[in-house]
Nanobody, 120 residues
Framework: QVQLVESGGGSVQAGGSLRLSCAAP????????MGWYRQAPGKQRELVAS???????NYADSVKGRFAVSQDNAKNTAYLQMNNLKPEDTAVYYC??????????????WGQGTQVTVSS
C-alpha cells in the first residue's frame, strides 16, 4: 500500500559525507515516526537514528555527533545526514516509517535499503 523510496547511498572514503533520503507517498496523512536502521555483513540490524513528527530525535551512540536525522513533513520525507563517515559505518541502510495512511489506518513500512560503503 505504501512504498518508501530510499536514495542517497554510495561509496565514499573515510571522513566523507552522504545524505540519505526516505520518501513516503504524498497521499498519506502523516509520517509519525521515521527510523534509520543499518545492517552490516555478519551483524544484526541496528537502529541508527529516529525522529518523531514533533522533531524528537534519537541516535545510536556510535553515530552521535556525526549523523543528523531530519524531516520535511510537508514532503513526507526524512533524511539522514552522515558526516565524518567511518569504515565501520559500511552497511545497508533501511528506513522504517510509522505512517498514518488515512484516518483509519496506521502501519509501519520499510524502504528497500541503500548501500553505504566507506573505504579506509
Amino acid at each position: 500500500q505504501v512504498q518508501l523510496v530510499e536514495s542517497g547511498g554510495g561509496s565514499v572514503q573515510a571522513g566523507g559525507s552522504l545524505r540519505l533520503s526516505c520518501a513516503a507517498p504524498k497521499t498519506i496523512f502523516a509520517m509519525l515516526t521515521m527510523g534509520w536502521y543499518r545492517q552490516a555483513p555478519g551483524k544484526q540490524r541496528e537502529l541508527v537514528a529516529s525522529i518523531t513528527r514533533e522533531g524528537i530525535t534519537n541516535y545510536a551512540d556510535s553515530v552521535k555527533g556525526r549523523f543528523a536525522v531530519s524531516q520535511d513533513n510537508a514532503k513526507n520525507t526524512a533524511y539522514l545526514q552522515m558526516n565524518n563517515l567511518k569504515p565501520e559505518d559500511t552497511a545497508v541502510y533501511y528506513c522504517n516509517a510509522d505512517i498514518l495512511v488515512n484516518a483509519a489506518l496506521r502501519n509501519t513500512y520499510w524502504g528497500q535499503g541503500t548501500q553505504v560503503t566507506v573505504s579506509s
